[in-house]
């Protein structure tokens, strides 16, 4: 069975800084699928961006990009320029190559600070 | 494109009575799984429905059921509620045979209270 951990419960950042989250799973595959969601308040998960394993190369969505190490199984998110609309709870998720759901992280709660 | 609709958005029952829930997905989305959000035991996957077919479930006793509709639109099913089964339900969707067929859109969830 795939698990995920993310060891921070709690961060808070300044406006404009950078901040990053970590994450890692355990699996025994070797195709998967890396994902981060954002949940802010309103509590309607967004999609913050995906990571096949296939690919080497880190993925990147504007102000966010990820640090995919496969070997330590670890899928860290770096938010560059924060901002006050980033303070949600962030949450890893794992889906396998051929699976139908995710399984997700306890999640971290992220605080931008004005 | 509309998102993801779950209705209703809050609902309070009490133990012992059943629930149901109802999701729509986004049009042409086929594939629609709903998940147990709780501050305890975070999200949780329930199960997965796709073509009106239960293709995965998690590990929840079977109070929990659900369906799908040829519209794929889905409900679940939660009877003889018991006060742990407080929680955000949430509902994804997700296009199948497609490159994206991983992601998957979530709606904004049913608050049920059980008191």
């Known amino acids: 069975a795939q698990t995920v951990t993310q060891s921070q419960p709690e961060m808070s950042v300044q406006e404009a800084e950078t901040v990053t989250l970590s994450c890692t799973y355990d699996t025994s595959e070797n195709n998967y699928y890396l994902f981060w969601y954002k949940q802010p308040p309103s509590r309607q998960m967004i999609l913050v961006i995906r990571?096949?394993?296939?690919?080497?190369q880190n993925a990147t969505e504007n102000r966010f990009s990820v640090n995919f190490q496969k070997a330590a199984k670890s899928f860290s998110l770096k938010i560059s320029d924060s901002q006050l609309g980033d303070t949600a709870m962030y949450f890893c998720?794992?889906?396998?190559?051929?699976?139908?759901?995710?399984?997700f992280g306890p999640g971290t709660r992220l605080s931008v600070l004005p | 494109k509309a998102g993801v609709t779950q209705t209703p958005r809050y609902l309070i029952k009490t133990r012992g009575q059943q629930v149901t829930l109802s999701c729509s997905p986004i049009s042409g989305h086929r594939s629609v799984s709903w998940y147990q959000q709780t501050p305890g035991q975070g999200l949780q996957f329930l199960f997965e429905?796709?073509?009106?077919?239960?293709?995965n479930k998690g590990n929840f006793p079977g109070r929990f059921s659900g369906r799908q509709f040829s519209n794929s639109r889905s409900e679940m099913n939660v009877s003889t509620l018991e006060l742990g089964d407080s929680a955000l339900y949430l509902c994804?969707?997700?296009?199948?045979?497609?490159?994206?067929?991983?992601?998957?859109?979530f709606g904004p969830g049913t608050r049920l209270t059980v008191l």
């Open positions: 429905y796709f073509s009106e077919t239960q293709r």
């Open positions: 998720a794992f889906m396998p190559e051929y699976g139908q759901n995710f399984v």
């Open positions: 990571q096949e394993a296939y690919k080497q």
């Open positions: 994804a969707s997700s296009l199948v045979l497609s490159k994206d067929a991983h992601e998957q859109f």
